[in-house]
């Protein structure tokens, strides 16, 4: 087995790159490391008992078509409404990155819960500032792609949410309950599905069981 000294270092030239690299980043890296071992490791148990997807995503659905909203006048409101999901799932996991905002972890867990059945979910989580949080709304899907037990897509959610105050929006100045909405986005494979999501400035993932 080589040693250091083969390549032109020396003992001493990796104790000074272990310094410069510091404790820090090692603790980034070693929560990076822990999110893609739980988020990971059910998809591939997931992928390997949904049934094969081909080259390209067959059974393609989406809002009402042009040719709908035409006949009955109100087809462009109903493909901004989306659709209702077909995915009824508790959630897990849920994990927030906040890539705008360095004050805050790279990722972080939420220590958080929830589900969707119809298109109704509700969630509760730590949030950042260390307060209980509860969320409550609605998910629609925009677009979605299917193949067998295998499927993505992308959507929206609007809802109501609690647990924060005016150091997220100023209106948190005046009411304990503020509103929200972002853009979903979403995997499943079998069982086990993924979602990604934006709002106020964070991007949450989420791990969740179909059923």
Do not use: C
């Not at 949410?161 to 986005?185: K, M, Q, S």
Request: aromatic fraction near 12%; charge should be positive; glycine fraction near 14%.
């Amino acid at each position: 087995m080589s040693s250091p000294a083969s390549f032109g270092w020396s003992l001493s030239d990796a104790d000074r790159l272990r310094a410069v690299v510091g404790p820090r980043r090692a603790g980034g890296q070693a929560r990076r490391m822990r999110v893609a071992l739980v988020v990971g490791l059910p998809l591939v148990v997931g992928l390997a008992r949904a049934p094969l997807v081909g080259p390209t995503l067959a059974a393609q659905e989406t809002a009402p078509s042009v040719a709908d909203s035409q006949r009955d006048g109100r087809g462009w409101f109903r493909s901004v409404l989306g659709v209702s999901p077909e995915r009824n799932r508790v959630i897990v996991g849920l994990w927030a990155m906040h890539p705008f905002e360095p004050q805050f972890p790279e990722v972080d867990g939420t220590r958080g819960f929830g589900g969707l059945y119809g298109h109704w979910f509700g969630t509760t989580f730590v949030n950042s500032y260390d307060e209980r949080t509860w969320a409550l709304g609605i998910e629609r899907d925009w677009v979605r792609w299917r193949r067998g037990r295998a499927g993505l897509g992308v959507g929206y959610r609007v809802g109501l949410i609690a647990g924060y105050d005016e150091r997220l929006v100023e209106i948190g100045r005046h009411t304990p309950v503020l509103p929200f909405g972002g853009v979903l986005v979403w995997a499943r494979f079998g069982p086990v599905a993924v979602d990604s999501y934006y709002v106020y400035r964070a991007i949450t993932l989420e791990t969740s069981v179909v059923f």
